[in-house]
């Protein structure tokens, strides 16, 4: 904002030859402003990207050691070949993005794909919980009476599988009865790119309609919901952990864009500010050479 | 180019298939994962002895499948080398399926060298007194968890 107010006040300047004198002086006296202030900009950015870079290393680490958890708890679900029942409709979507922004698209490209979906037939069924404040945010606006739970305060610090399963907890308390759902996440591949993906959860009923249920031994309703509640759990625990590595690589590149951006820009003023500086030094010469000649 | 393509595929896909063939023959590819630690990852043993509110149990190769949810207490693996490590675990879950791949998946896990049996006894002090301050049942039932998961903690050291 306060730069392209800069801008403008060059343009006019350049226009009015009448004012320029004065008017040289007050660009050179913008310039160096907007100068300063990208210049602290981009201290800024580099201190983010550091900051994240840090984070970063540390999410990765942490995501492996996740991985297998939720390679392990999806497992259940692709060996039993669970499918959505037709005849109950009630789907939960849960959106994990987190709290802060500043990172790419990771939250933008997670709550496209719900709104998508929302735009689509069979939007009354479905019900959203926004984890993380962005999602909320974005989402609210245009979609506020689908979503039955938010959370917040995600992604300050590392989440832990206590979250996860508070977070489960709370789902599942929420009251809603749904026959199945999805979780969208951003799974990290490298530093560079991630995929914005989804993972299924199923309900009781849903789990006992699968067809290859009866080949498991000795399942009473108990165990089941049990396993369902932990495994819920397990797989946000999973989920979470890929998408604060998939932001922090995000956050990583962004900043790190923007700190080039601010560079080119910190280039481009440097040489207008010299040459305007350059500009008012001739100018006045002219004016003290030509006021001594006249004489 | 599109035929290659899809003959690598069908290639790839009967390789699959045949490890699979293979892995449910005569041994179980066992995972073992806790939200801070991951112990075995698709990893080949001979057998794994886990606690579960059912009873404790033992998987083999080629065990029946089965779903179970894990309590309080300590996993025996056995090794194909005849090795043994014991790791507690709080809770969590086992899934055992058709093609004998074993997921344990457990809140969280440590080695029973990694625990202390002083400390181990001051949280069960502490659950203790907490389980009879308790107010509401909630409160309670919390509690009652907190002692459980301490004893069967001061019990597997001991």
């Given at each position: 904002m306060l730069g392209r107010v800069g801008n403008l006040a060059l343009l006019v300047c350049q226009n009015g030859p009448q004012l320029q004198q004065q008017c040289g002086m007050a660009t050179l006296k913008a310039i160096s402003i907007?100068?300063?202030?990208?210049?602290?900009?981009?201290?800024?950015?580099?201190?983010?990207?550091?900051?994240?870079?840090?984070?970063?290393?540390?999410?990765?680490?942490?995501?492996?050691?996740?991985r297998p958890v939720g390679e392990g708890a999806k497992m259940f679900y692709e060996r039993a070949e669970v499918e959505?029942?037709?005849?109950?409709?009630?789907?939960?979507?849960?959106?994990?993005t987190s709290d802060r922004g500043l990172c790419g698209a990771v939250h933008t490209n997670i709550c496209r794909q719900i709104r998508t979906i929302l735009n689509g037939p069979d939007a009354e069924n479905i019900k959203i919980v926004c984890v993380g404040d962005k999602s909320k945010a974005i989402l609210q606006r245009t979609f506020g009476?689908?979503?039955?739970?938010?959370?917040?305060?995600?992604?300050?610090?590392p989440p832990t599988f206590a979250d996860a399963s508070r977070l489960a907890a709370a789902i599942l308390q929420s009251g809603y009865e749904f026959s199945s759902g999805k979780i969208f996440y951003n799974r990290f591949k490298s530093v560079v790119s991630y995929a914005t993906t989804d993972l299924p959860v199923f309900s009781l009923a849903t789990i006992q309609a699968a067809p290859k249920l009866s080949i498991y031994d000795s399942l009473d309703d108990e165990v089941i919901q049990s396993y369902l509640e932990f495994s819920l759990a397990a797989l946000l625990y999973?989920?979470?952990?890929e998408s604060a590595c998939s932001e922090q690589s995000s956050r990583m590149t962004a900043m790190d864009n923007a700190s080039k951006n601010a560079g080119e820009m910190i280039d481009k003023l440097t040489l207008t500010f010299n040459r305007t500086r350059q500009a008012v030094i001739t100018r006045e010469l002219i004016e003290i050479i030509s006021g001594a000649s006249a004489l | 180019m599109a035929a290659v393509r899809s003959i690598s595929r069908l290639l790839s896909q009967r390789s699959v298939s045949q490890i699979v063939r293979r892995g449910y023959a005569d041994e179980m590819s066992f995972t073992f994962a806790a939200g801070n630690q991951v112990f075995y990852e698709s990893a080949s043993v001979r057998q794994v002895d886990v606690p579960s509110f059912s009873g404790a149990f033992g998987i083999l190769p080629k065990h029946v499948p089965t779903l179970a949810v894990l309590k309080p207490g300590v996993i025996t693996v056995t090794e194909n080398d005849g090795s043994i490590k014991k790791v507690f675990v709080s809770s969590g879950t086992v899934t055992i399926n058709e093609d004998s791949s074993v997921q344990v998946i457990a809140e969280e896990a440590a080695?029973?060298?990694?625990?202390d049996l002083a400390a181990a006894k001051e949280t069960l002090s502490s659950a203790l007194s907490q389980m009879n301050s308790a107010q509401s049942e909630k409160e309670k039932a919390e509690a009652a968890i907190a002692v459980e998961v301490a004893e069967t903690i001061v019990k597997s050291i001991e």
């Open positions: 907007r100068l300063k202030s990208v210049k602290n900009i981009q201290k800024i950015t580099q201190s983010m990207k550091m900051v994240s870079a840090a984070k970063y290393s540390r999410a990765e680490r942490d995501l492996k050691q996740a959505p029942l037709a005849e109950k409709p009630q789907k939960l979507y849960i959106a994990i009476k689908h979503i039955i739970l938010s959370v917040n305060d995600i992604g300050r610090l999973y989920t979470l952990k | 080695t029973l060298d990694q625990l």
